[in-house]
Nanobody, 123 residues
C-alpha cells in the first residue's frame, strides 16, 4: 500500500505565492518520478510539473518561469512552489507518483494519486 498526502492549498490573491507539499509513504522500494497535476472546473486533468529520480523536470508551458518543482528523496516528498499566481491557476492540484513497491508488495510498478488540494486564486 502506497499513500500520497498533499498539503498547502488555499486561497491567494493574484500575484501571490503558495507552496504545495506531498508526502509519500508505505511499501515503496523506489520512486521513479513524482509530479503535480491539476483539474479546473469543467476541464480535464493536466500535468503541471514532474520531477524524475534523476532530478529532471518538465513543466506545462503555462507555468514555466512561475512554478518550480523540487523533491527530497530521503523524505520521499515533492514540492511545488507557485509564484505569480493567476486566476487561471485555480484548480484542484493532485500529487502523483510512479513507484516500485517493496518486497512486501511484490516489487510492482504502481501509479499513485493523492486526494487533491484546492488552490483558489482570487481577489
Amino acid at each position: 500500500q502506497v499513500q500520497l498526502v498533499e498539503s498547502g492549498g488555499g486561497l491567494v490573491q493574484p500575484g501571490g505565492s503558495l507552496r504545495l507539499s506531498c508526502a509519500a509513504s508505505g511499501s515503496i522500494f523506489r520512486i521513479n518520478a513524482m509530479g503535480w497535476y491539476r483539474q479546473a472546473p469543467g476541464k480535464e486533468r493536466e500535468l503541471v510539473a514532474v520531477i524524475t529520480s534523476a532530478g529532471s523536470t518538465n513543466y506545462v508551458d503555462s507555468v514555466k518561469g512561475r512554478f518550480a518543482i523540487t523533491s527530497d528523496t530521503v523524505k520521499m516528498m515533492v514540492y511545488l512552489q507557485m509564484n505569480s499566481l493567476k486566476p487561471e491557476d485555480t484548480a484542484v492540484y493532485y500529487c502523483n507518483a510512479n513507484v516500485i513497491t517493496d518486497r512486501s508488495a511484490g516489487y510492482r510498478l504502481r501509479e499513485v494519486w493523492g486526494q487533491g488540494t484546492l488552490v483558489t486564486v482570487s481577489s
